[in-house]
């Protein structure tokens, strides 16, 4: 069945550190990829998505392209800051017509002043 | 607009009990869905509806009934509460896909964390 891994935290940088959280994932056919995020004590909160090969989406200085060739889609910001210090889904939605979503485990980003 | 409400916060069951968790939402969507949430474990989908009086199986749904009879509301029902139903549970709510090849966004609530003893 379709999955996602993703790297294990914690993650801990600095304020203004560049900022790399790997996902790669395994499905049939082209689905879609989402980046979610979990601030403490919330639910979650669709961040970036993408729906088809080399898309890239962005929000807020995040970024992730969607590479088929090595089914990645991995999240970046180039300068993190302190309110970015959440935890981090990845996920995919197959083409089943129905908006299953997969979740990686999560990845915590810790950043420190 | 409050989006997807969820109640109660926190709740402690013992062994046995049963209990409701409501969920609602005030965006007119169509599809609703259940989640557990465990440590390093992710989402894992418990229950799903497409629409009012619609409801199917996620992953996870041994020990959970839900009704959905009308749009707004989609409780999920805990009939005898185990230790292993220790989680947070998070509800989510989406619009219709166009088509097969569409993605919509799921809006979370802010969840219930339950613990089981």
């Known amino acids: 069945g379709d999955s996602v891994t993703q790297m294990e935290g914690p993650v801990t940088l600095s304020e203004e550190a560049f900022l790399t959280i790997n996902c790669t994932y395994t499905?049939?056919?082209?689905?879609?990829l989402f980046w979610y995020v979990q601030y403490p004590g919330e639910g979650l909160q669709l961040l970036l998505k993408a729906t088809k090969a080399d898309d890239k989406g962005s929000n807020k200085g995040f970024e992730a392209t969607y590479r088929k060739e090595t089914t990645s889609f991995h999240l970046e910001k180039g300068s993190v800051q302190v309110s970015d210090s959440a935890v981090y889904f990845c996920?995919?939605?197959?083409?089943?017509?129905?908006?299953?979503?997969?979740f990686g485990t999560g990845t915590r980003l810790l950043v420190s002043p | 607009n409050a989006g997807v409400t969820q109640t109660p916060k926190f709740r402690i069951l013992k062994i046995g009990q049963s209990m409701t968790l409501q969920c609602a939402q005030d965006m007119n969507h169509n599809y609703m869905y259940w989640y557990r949430q465990d440590p390093g474990m992710g989402l894992k989908l418990i229950y799903y509806?497409?629409?009012?009086?619609?409801?199917d199986k996620g992953e996870v749904p041994n020990g959970y009934n839900v009704s959905r009879s009308t749009t707004e509301d989609f409780p999920l029902r805990l009939e005898l509460a185990a230790p292993s139903q220790t989680s947070v549970y998070f509800c989510?709510?989406?619009?219709?896909?166009?088509?097969?090849?569409?993605?919509?966004?799921?809006?979370f609530g802010p969840g219930t964390r339950l613990t089981v003893t």
């Open positions: 996920a995919l939605s197959g083409n089943t017509g129905f908006q299953k979503l997969v």
């Open positions: 989510a709510s989406s619009s219709s896909p166009l088509s097969r090849s569409s993605s919509y966004e799921q809006y």
């Open positions: 509806s497409v629409g009012a009086g619609i409801t």
């Open positions: 499905a049939t056919g082209y689905p879609s």
